[in-house]
Nanobody
Framework: QVQLVESGGGLVQAGGSLRLSCAAS????????MGWYRQTPGKQRELVAF???????NYADPVKGRFTISRDNAKNTVYLQMNSLKPEDTAVYYC????????????????WGQGTQVTVSS
């Protein structure tokens, strides 16, 4: 059974930073791509960033240049460093285990954490 536990969310002022962590059970991180998603009420969950098993990264346009995804396979943990936060970044953030397709896109598997709330005040 794969389990993912997110942490690091909270309340921060615009322009501030937060670092989210996602601890995974087992050794899935070494063989899987990992992604961070976010969701606001009434909207679909959207992919924010993902990192491949080889360490390549990809970001959604709204967060490019501000967010950094990384992974520590020895700790079975993936991180999301969020800088220059904006009120529109307010959401529940989820990590996910997935895979990358030949096209280079991310395909989520059915493993999700419980989410961590990020609130950015103006």
């Amino acid at each position: 059974q794969v389990q993912l536990v997110e942490s690091g969310g909270g309340l921060v002022q615009a322009g501030g930073s937060l670092r989210l962590s996602c601890a995974a059970s087992g050794s899935i991180l070494s063989v899987n791509a990992m992604g961070w998603y976010r969701q606001t009420p009434g909207k679909q969950r959207e992919l924010v960033a993902f990192i491949t098993s080889g360490g390549s990264t990809n970001y959604a346009d709204p967060v490019k240049g501000r967010f950094t995804i990384s992974r520590d396979n020895a700790k079975n943990t993936v991180y999301l460093q969020m800088n220059s936060l904006k009120p529109e970044d307010t959401a529940v953030y989820y990590c996910n285990v997935g895979r990358t397709l030949r096209s280079g896109t991310y395909s989520p598997l059915s493993y999700w954490g419980q989410g961590t709330q990020v609130t950015v005040s103006s």
